[in-house]
């Protein structure tokens, strides 16, 4: 690594006490579990209205007469390509001015756009309502952790990021199993306006609760023109294989998310319901396990000072590959459930090591930004092409009458999920190379 490389990280900027820098209000007390509470809503808020589609997608595709392929540009492209153009300059907004402002905006704006999808009836109108959607979940994570930031203690952010990052299992959750209930009851309208609804609610709690966030005193590192300072970034060798690990993530998860519900209603005779809830359930479970224990385990790997902070999530996530290609092939419902459930754990217990990684090679005022980078990777070509891939093979399959074609074109997650693990060992070298030469 070159010198200039090497200080981008910098222990001074993330390890040291800095709780007297301009722009942090560090809470204690009560004010931090209700901080993170009220994060951990917004987190949970943003991703049921991001799996909504998923979990209904099987009646929207009959509503309004899609195809798979179809379906993989509405939970991909559709989604992805607004989320990614918007997430550098919303995150860029949160770590220079007020995170608080960035954060309640993108929460009403995406909570609106739900609750629009409600009303599509043809599928550019409910593409058009995903873009907004992605507008307003571009800065909502960037300006969250901006927020945990400046507001929570150094030593106890491993912890706030895996309670914040808790809010995605768990609003997979609840986006599977209620959303799946509601809309084999009520309708899948039904299910996105209430949720809107919800979202909207929110916002106002966080706008309350988040309070003040006046911008961080101006210095050399924070006001590095933007886009010299990401490419800085990037040029980190440690930070550029936890990119490249963050795409082949993406190309993992997005699929598994898209497709796991289609394929047990498909394969094994699910209801929508009953695989939303079994699926979800499960999900949240595993989501509070690994996201809590990620995080504690995270903040002990950052004070042994050995700079390895991405190997055990690497391991686990390369284990549960292999159980997720058997679950694919399992020959009843529940033990293909069963096979899926390390999976659930492992994208769980990536979240708050690959943040908190990201954040420590950033350094100090460049969190959100890190946080931008590490979701365009895992959220711009993975979700844009991987359930358009899985939808491409599976009408292929059905075209040539091969049985369980979903199952073959869900074989690219646990393919990914490898080459995400291996890229993540990569990164942990590479990290810990570089902190030891600070």
């Known amino acids: 690594m070159t010198e200039t490389a090497a200080s981008s990280i910098d222990r001074q900027d993330v390890l040291p006490d800095i709780s ?3 722009g942090d209000e560090h809470v204690n007390g009560w ?13 949970a808020t943003s991703q049921i209205d991001r799996m909504l589609p998923f979990v209904l997608a099987e009646s929207i595709k009959e509503d309004l007469d899609l195809s798979d392929t179809e379906v993989g540009l509405l939970t991909g492209i559709a989604f992805a390509v607004c989320y990614t153009l918007l997430s550098m300059p919303l995150a860029r907004a949160a770590d220079q001015g007020s995170p608080r402002f960035i954060l309640v905006f993108c929460i009403l704006l995406w909570s609106a756009m739900t609750l629009l999808g409600g009303l599509a009836m043809s599928f550019l109108f409910l593409a058009f309502t995903r873009f907004g959607v992605a507008f307003g979940e571009a800065g909502g994570t960037p ?15 491993g912890l706030a990021l895996g309670i914040f990052s808790m809010g995605i299992p768990l609003g997979t959750m609840v986006g599977f199993a209620v959303g799946g209930a509601v809309g084999d009851t009520l309708g899948w309208r039904i299910a996105l306006a209430g949720a809107g609804a ?28 933007f886009l010299k300072a990401s490419l800085r970034l990037l040029s980190s060798p440690a930070f550029r294989w936890l990119f490249i690990g963050s795409v082949a993530l993406g190309f993992a998860a997005a699929p598994f998310y898209a497709f796991a519900v289609p394929f047990l209603i498909r394969t094994h005779d699910f209801s929508a319901s009953e695989a939303g809830l079994a699926f979800g359930l499960l999900q949240g479970a595993m989501g509070i396990c690994g996201t809590l224990i990620g995080g504690r385990l995270f903040d002990r790997a950052v004070r042994s000072g050995t700079g390895r902070v991405l190997g055990p999530p ?10 997720t290609a058997a679950a694919l092939f399992a020959p009843v419902g529940w033990l293909s459930i069963l096979l899926f459930v390390p999976g659930m754990l492992s994208f769980a217990f990536l979240l708050p090591w690959c943040f908190g990684a990201a954040h ?25 092409l991987g359930p358009l891939i899985v939808g491409m093979i599976s009408d292929a399959a059905t075209l040539a009458q091969v049985p369980n074609g979903l199952a073959l074109g869900l074989l690219t997650v646990p393919v990914a999920g490898i080459l995400t693990g291996l ?16």
């Open 20 to 22: 007297k820098a301009s």
């Open 31 to 43: 004010r931090v579990t209700v901080l993170l509470i009220t994060l951990f809503l917004v987190s």
């Open 143 to 157: 300006s969250s952790h901006a927020i945990i930031a400046r507001k929570i203690p150094p030593a106890r952010r």
């Open 198 to 225: 919800m979202g909207v609610l929110i916002g106002l709690l966080a706008f309350v609760v988040v309070g003040p966030t006046p911008p961080l005193k101006r210095t050399a590192a924070n006001s590095e023109q």
């Open 314 to 323: 690497a391991i686990l996530l390369m284990i549960a590959s292999l159980t």
């Open 360 to 384: 420590l090679v950033a350094g100090r005022g460049k969190e959100a930004m890190a946080t931008s980078l590490a979701m365009i990777g895992s959220g711009l070509l993975g979700p844009a």
């Open 423 to 438: 890229a993540m060992l990569i990164a942990n070298r590479r990290i810990a190379v570089a902190l030891r030469r600070q």
